[in-house]
């Protein structure tokens, strides 16, 4: 599942011209791929298309030898309102609600089990299920005008699953105050808590180009092994992750990239990746 090859692209490909079922532009090159959600007319709601989007394009990319990094951000000034609230209406079924959660569940279980990391750019409001989008991400840069929150609960409906993500990236306080009081926080509590990796004070794009320029640079298949076995570690005690670490250290020396970066140490060069 993790292991594939890489070559830098050496043009940029344009996959599809808006349509009426197309919100997600999907543009890749030199190894970075670049969704953006571009839904107006919902302010880039986590609709059950969107989500529906975001997933089939992150597959489609994730599966390409030349990817090494996604990034996902928006058309405007809005990353996301969250879920569509027409869809979790009280004229919905219940089952019809569930699928809207299911399908977001299987969102966040794509970005975690992608085998290249996904970065969120945020350049405004991300809210609710958006805001639950950016913490579950790899790494997310914003703007200097971008501000986050979990309004769920001035209108009925508490931000479980939001909380969810952002428990796991910032403190219980923020988390909650957050998900009580449904206040907005700007860009610099939301990185002074760890829910933004940085501010870019000048150019997002060309910060956010910058970290995948050097990601881009890595093994593939060191990035994925080092990926994967973060989000199994999270979870275990200090000594079970110590134990299944060492072994997963054995391992990386043991893949042919792991064996080439060791040796290109030793002898003062720079690596030749093969990325398997």
């Not at 209406?89 to 809207?100: C, T």
Request: net charge positive; aromatic share 6%.
């Amino acid at each position: 599942m993790f292991a594939r090859p890489f070559y830098h692209l050496k043009h940029s490909l344009h996959l599809g011209a808006r349509n009426s079922s197309n919100f997600v532009h999907a543009t890749v090159q030199h190894g970075i791929a670049n969704l953006v959600m571009d839904d107006h007319d919902t302010r880039n709601a986590l609709s059950i298309k969107m989500m529906q989007e975001l997933i089939q394009k992150i597959t489609e990319f994730e599966s390409a030898n030349t990817t090494r990094v996604i990034v996902l951000g928006s058309a405007n000034s809005i990353f996301s309102t969250g879920h569509d609230l027409k869809e979790m209406s009280p004229e919905r079924s219940p089952e019809e609600h569930a699928k809207v959660f299911q399908l977001a569940t299987q969102l966040m279980y794509k970005i975690i089990d992608s085998p290249v990391p996904i970065i969120a750019k945020v350049d405004g409001i991300a809210v609710a299920a958006g805001c639950q989008l950016v913490a579950q991400c790899d790494l997310a840069f914003c703007s200097k005008k971008s501000s986050f929150s979990t309004p769920g609960i001035h209108f009925g409906v508490f931000c479980s699953t939001p909380g969810i993500a952002l428990a796991r990236v910032v403190p219980k306080a923020t988390a909650l105050k957050l998900l009580y009081s449904g206040i907005t926080i700007g860009a610099k509590e939301a990185e002074e808590k760890g829910l933004i990796t940085q501010i870019s004070e000048n150019n997002l794009d060309e910060d956010v180009k910058a970290v995948c320029d050097q990601i881009v640079k890595k093994s593939r298949t060191v990035v994925e092994l080092g990926k994967r076995f973060y989000y199994q570690q999270v979870d275990l005690s200090l000594k079970e992750a110590y134990k299944m670490g060492a072994q997963v250290m054995v391992d990386n020396l043991s893949l042919e990239d792991g064996k080439e970066g060791v040796r290109a140490f030793i002898e003062k060069r720079k690596p030749s990746w093969k990325h398997r």
